[in-house]
């Protein structure tokens, strides 16, 4: 008798500490039990040398088949020159292209506007026409110094 | 009469119960009652502390938010700036979270003439304190592990509480309802503890229950669990990750930081340009975040930029995920898209902390926090003016077949609540090497 309760306590006390010690976290899998959004997302693609006044093509591929509209919005990063939006066209399945030329040297972006199945993207990638001065070197390499890494929580 | 000795023996064990939880809880269940009391009144209390802060007086256009952003960075060079809040009304202040080396500080900055009005660090702040203290007892992780046990061990100290209570001749109003005043002093002290306790029972049960999910150690898992099953609040609000931006490292622009600038080819400059500050602000427009929203800004190449509001009322909460170069929703949560669990427990954060109906909610609030203040001290005095001068004044333990039933009870308890069953394993090996090998200690606690 006495036996068996010593076994009771036993098996109880390590049913108790198993699942004080058993830590459950967030499966990553769960977000396919929430509500999901199907993000568009797009990548363009800029030659490496760009001359001014030589015409250049910009190429950018969606991952959605009929977007509601796509375009390309090119301007010089200082904001001293801006060619507006142009649309881009489509040569291909879900590939979209724009050629133009750009008359002055220095560092540029491209930014795509984009929208499809209600998710609105504008995505922007900076190149280099011709040579950049001393000046905007300078700027370029100031505006990228590291800050620390920090991560905290949200709530 | 085999039955009413039994009764006895059972009413002796739960008093039993009662008495010992009552005295330990007490001190820290007091102590929860005061700040929590303090603490629903965040809102009123930090708008007088912090008027100087809070409030700009509007003139002409708002600055951009990467101008007020480049004004902080300005006066905190090289420290990283991790959340934007553009404040709620017109008359308010723009706020900036900047991680000095002391910690996380907020900076206040006049949106209209972008002028830092003053900064404090978050530690620093009243109601953080108040906070430290209900939350973890400023003892870190374990006073969190202590502050839950004395919210499991209270709903063993109410359960005990209304089986002794419950009057065996019928409810009567008198000693229950309102205190006796008339019928001798031990009778009064004796209805101190029980009126209130009568009254406060259900609404301390509810702040207990709407507690326990923010614990570090119950909270934590009783969240995962139920985001894990579908039911809870999705991942990034409380547990689990947040996605990622889809952006491949090698293609964000990246100029590698040199003393010397020294010109590098197209294809290491050429890569994409997170959105600035202003792009993510219009975005917030665009979505319809509540006015009090903050913007989360990220560290790491593939982070994201969060929005989020958890104002008031749960129902108005929200947490949007955007990639950070893209702008796109990665995820797009709001109070409708919790689980049936996250709902529940959103409202009890929301009400347990007096916002969710305003001042009404604040003053039932305070009513309990008063209520459970009057319970512990008339409970501590109930036992102090009864018990012996040489004893603990403890009931007699009860038989051993009583005391198995009370242990399977509590053991049952301790399973839900590992915590409370660890403690009972402590109490258990505490009554099995010390108060057993002391005859003096058994008398005193009467635990023969």
Redesign the interface.
Do not use: N
């Given at each position: 008798m006495i036996r068996m309760k010593w076994k009771t306590a036993r098996i109880?006390?390590s049913?108790?500490?198993t699942?004080?010690l058993a830590?459950?976290?967030?499966?990553?899998e769960?977000?396919a039990?929430?509500?999901?959004?199907t993000?568009?997302?797009?990548?363009v693609t800029?030659p490496?040398?760009?001359t001014p006044g030589e015409p250049v093509t910009f190429e950018i591929t969606l991952n959605e088949d009929a977007p509601d509209f796509v375009h390309l919005e090119l301007q010089k990063k200082d904001g001293t020159l801006s060619y507006g939006m142009q649309e881009a066209i489509q040569v291909g399945e879900r590939t979209y292209e724009l050629t133009t030329s750009l008359k002055e040297d220095g560092?540029y972006?491209a930014r795509v506007h984009a929208q499809a199945d209600g998710?609105?993207?504008?995505?922007?990638?900076?190149?280099?026409v011709g040579e950049?001065t001393?000046v905007e070197?300078?700027a370029?390499?100031e505006?990228?110094?590291?800050?620390?890494?920090?991560?905290?929580p949200?709530? | 009469m085999k039955s009413s000795s039994s009764g006895r023996d059972w009413y002796r064990a739960v008093w039993r119960w009662h008495l010992y939880a009552g005295l330990i809880i007490a001190p820290f269940l007091l102590v929860l009652a005061v700040t929590g009391a303090v603490y629903l009144f965040k809102p009123q209390i930090e708008q007088i502390l912090y008027a100087d802060y809070y409030q700009v007086e509007p003139s002409g256009e708002r600055l951009s938010a990467t101008e007020l952003l480049n004004r902080v960075q300005a006066e905190y060079p090289d420290t990283p700036i991790t959340r934007y809040r553009p404040g709620e009304t017109a008359d308010r202040s723009s706020e900036f979270r900047v991680m000095t080396e002391e910690g996380a500080t907020t900076v206040f900055v006049d949106p209209y003439s972008g002028e830092v009005i003053g900064s404090q660090l978050n530690a620093d702040r009243f109601m953080s304190q108040v906070e430290v203290i209900h939350g973890e007892l400023m003892m870190g992780t374990l006073g969190d592990r202590i502050v839950e046990l004395v919210a499991c061990w209270t709903i063993v100290l109410m359960a005990t509480g209304l089986y002794l209570f419950w009057p065996r001749n019928g409810l009567q109003a008198s000693g229950t309802i309102y205190p006796r005043l008339r019928k001798g002093k031990r009778m009064l002290r004796r209805d101190l503890h029980v009126v209130p306790g009568f009254w406060v029972t259900a609404g301390l049960l509810f702040l207990v229950l709407t507690g326990l999910p923010w614990s570090g150690f119950w909270g934590a898992n009783f969240q995962s669990i139920a985001t894990n099953a579908g039911v809870g609040y999705p991942p990034s609000i409380w547990g689990g990750e947040a996605p990622t931006s889809n952006v491949k490292s090698e293609d964000v622009a990246d100029v590698p930081w040199a003393a010397e600038t020294l010109p590098v080819p197209n294809s290491v400059v050429a890569g994409y340009v997170p959105l600035s500050l202003d792009q993510v602000e219009h975005i917030a427009d665009t979505v319809g975040m509540d006015p009090s929203y903050t913007i989360s800004i990220p560290s790491m190449a593939d982070g994201v930029y969060t929005l989020s509001a958890y104002p008031d009322r749960a129902q108005d909460e929200a947490t949007i995920h955007l990639d950070q170069y893209s702008g796109a929703v990665l995820a797009d949560y709001r109070y409708d898209h919790y689980g049936i669990v996250g709902k529940a427990v959103a409202l009890g954060i929301t009400l347990h902390k007096g916002t969710q109906f305003g001042l009404f909610n604040q003053v039932m609030s305070l009513i309990i926090c008063l209520g459970v203040v009057l319970v512990v001290v008339s409970g501590a005095y109930l036992w102090y003016s009864r018990k012996p001068n040489a004893k603990s004044g403890a009931p007699s333990a009860p038989s051993n077949a009583r005391r198995n039933v009370f242990l399977v009870l509590l053991v049952g308890f301790g399973i839900v609540f590992p915590l409370v069953g660890l403690s009972l394993l402590f109490v258990a090996l505490l009554d099995w090497l010390v108060v057993r090998r002391s005859s003096r200690l058994q008398r005193y606690l009467n635990a023969g």
């Open positions: 109880l006390t049913l108790i500490v699942i004080a830590g459950c976290s967030v499966d990553p769960a977000t039990r929430y509500k999901q959004e993000p568009l997302e797009a990548t800029v490496d040398d760009i560092l972006l998710s609105t993207i504008f995505p922007a990638k900076q190149f280099i950049l001393e070197w300078a370029l390499y505006g990228a110094a590291p800050v620390e890494a920090v991560t905290e949200h709530h | -």
